[in-house]
């Protein structure tokens, strides 16, 4: 897992998932929010991962130039951005429109019958 990640796999955890992982749900959230492009994600999930690769480099003397660590932190960022944006949208579109849709699943809604 080191020679994948580039780091620890603790390191990994803690980092990415968990603590750059709630910055990029509360990316996708604000994304949902403002009514934007899902496309956006992928730019910020690009910025989080570096930010991440960073401070694994300076805090936990991580390798800092990882392409594969970078990507694979761009891929679970990006993942835990994507499902916080569609959350959002979900419930967005169910509670300003209930005359319109209704919730159908975790990510997903339907007209209302």
């Known amino acids: 897992m080191e020679e994948l990640t580039g780091s620890d796999p603790f390191v990994f955890l803690g980092m990415t998932v968990a603590l750059f992982g709630l910055g990029a749900f509360l990316t996708g959230e604000a994304i949902a929010q403002t009514w934007r492009s899902p496309w956006q994600l992928v730019a910020y999930a690009l910025l989080l991962a570096g930010g991440d ?61």
Do not use: N
């Open 53 to 113: 690769r960073f401070l694994q480099f300076a805090l936990f003397d991580a390798e800092l130039l990882a392409p594969l660590g970078y990507l694979l932190d761009v891929l679970v960022l990006l993942a835990i951005a994507w499902a916080s944006w569609r959350l959002t949208l979900a419930r967005l579109m169910v509670v300003q429109y209930p005359w319109l849709y209704e919730r159908s699943g975790l990510f997903t809604w339907r007209a209302r019958a």
